[in-house]
Structure formats: C-alpha cells, structure tokens
C-alpha cells in the first residue's frame, strides 16, 4: 500500500526590513508540517515583484519598511491581487494601526510583542479566511459595532487620515518638509497642506507644537 500523500504546505511571504526578525519568523514557520516560506523581501519593490512572480498564499508584513511605508505595500498587494491573504506583524500600536490594516484589506494583525506565542494561530486563522485581532482589539471593534460606550480611548491619532499620520510620523523621525516630499513622491505644497490638516485636527497652534509633538509621539512608538 502507497505511504498517503503528504499534506500541502501553504506558501508563505515574507515582509520586513529586519533580517533577524524575518529569520525568527522563517524558523517558526519551518517547523510546521503544514507551512513553510516561499520567499522574502526587505522593502516593498522587491515585494511587489516577487509577488507578481509567484503569488504565496499568505503574505506576513510589517508597516515600517525601507523608504516606504507598510499600509501603501498593503493597499498595492490588494489592487494587485485582491484574494491574497495579508497578515501585519508590527511593533507599532494596534490601538492605532489594527483598524487602518483591515479598512486597507489585511485579515489580521498582530504585535510583534505576541507573535512569539501566537503567530502560528494567527496565520493558519488568516489562511482560513478568517480575521485574526488580540482580544483586546477586537472587543473594541464589536464595542463600536453595535453601539456600546467604549472602554478605552485608543489613540488620539486615530482622527488623521493614512497619509496625515504617515506625515506626522516622517515629522517625528526629523524629517523636514522636502525630504517628505521627496520619500512621498509629492510636492511640497502638498505636504504642507497635509502638516495644516494635521495642526488642525489635533489642534496644535504653530508648526513648533507640530514637531515637539510628532518627536515625542515617535520617541514613545517605535516601531
């Protein structure tokens, strides 16, 4: 009698600029019978093209990448190939960024924090079409759904748009206008309508409560 077929691995991708975290990862992943890692990338050109090359079946990324920033590579995966599961493993806050991935198409995030312990559920969850979120985030997401007086605040930030919070982080980081422009690919006048809508929304009264603002904000948040 013929030894039964072994099962099929789903195909996992890689996404981050820390090569040691993308080696932790890739070593969880390798132990398990049903999964293993078909390719990596440190930025986002070089995900996109090996995506387009052999689509995986399950895409695991950060949100800081190099020269970019994670919810754009999000928002180009799902234009690019809609039925692709993404999972966003991050350092950042999933007070602020857990919300902002789903809205962008991902089915889940996860801290990098947790992922020690629950990466391997949090994938074969996502693989399985199913959302993946803490418990903590996800009672607050039902809160708001049905109407209930949340519990806690989240994150003052979560009124900026993708692209104002983008910028607020970049100010953080020291970049000046230009540069921010520049990394962006948009003009200056532009970016400097988004710094006017940022003061305004988290009302800030000149361009020097701006900066010691977004400074204290990343110094607190790395990520």
Known sequence: MADPKPPRQANIFLVDDHPMVRDHLAALIRREPDLTVCGEAEDAPSALAQIE??????????????????????????ALHPQLPVLV??????????????????????????????????????????????DRMAARLMRRVVGAPAQDSGSPLDILTDRELEVFQMIGRGMGTRRIAEELRLGVKTVETYKARIKEKLRLDDATQLLQHALQWVQNHPG
Do not use: C, F, W
């Not at 695991?60 to 590579?73: A, F, Q, R, T």
């Not at 947790?114 to 399985?128: C, Q």
């Open 89 to 134: 493993l991050s350092m950042h806050d999933e007070s602020l960024y857990a919300e902002r991935v789903l809205r962008a198409g991902a089915l889940g995030y996860i801290t990098k924090q947790a992922a020690t312990v629950n990466i391997l559920t949090a994938l074969r969850k996502v693989l399985r079409g199913e959302v993946y979120l803490s």
């Open 53 to 78: 090359k052999t689509p995986p079946d399950l895409v695991v990324m950060d949100l800081s990448l190099k020269e970019s920033h994670g919810l754009e590579l999000l928002k180009h995966i799902k």
